[in-house]
């Protein structure tokens, strides 16, 4: 994705919607030594509850009563 895709999606969005990113790339879940490229795939809006599970940071993504809007950016290493 380019800075142009990115800034035109984000210019969609709400600008006060909290930006958070995410991944499911499962290389990204181990301990790796120096660094990881990381691309960005894509922007969304969720409803979802930030929480901690096993102390770590963690989405519930549905609506609650405790829900807030996300701009989510998905990002991979495999590209």
Known sequence: ?????????????QQDLEVLCYTEDQDL????????????????VVDAEKCRVEERPYLKLKKT??????ALIEITGDF
């Not at 994705?1 to 969005?13: A, K, Q, Y």
């Not at 009563?65 to 996300?70: A, E, N, T, V």
């Open 1 to 13: 994705m380019t800075v142009r895709e990115l800034v035109t999606r984000l210019c969609e969005l």
């Open 29 to 44: 879940l181990r301990p790796r030594l120096g660094f990881t490229l990381l691309e960005i795939t894509g922007v969304s």
């Open 65 to 70: 009563p405790h829900s807030q809007k996300h």
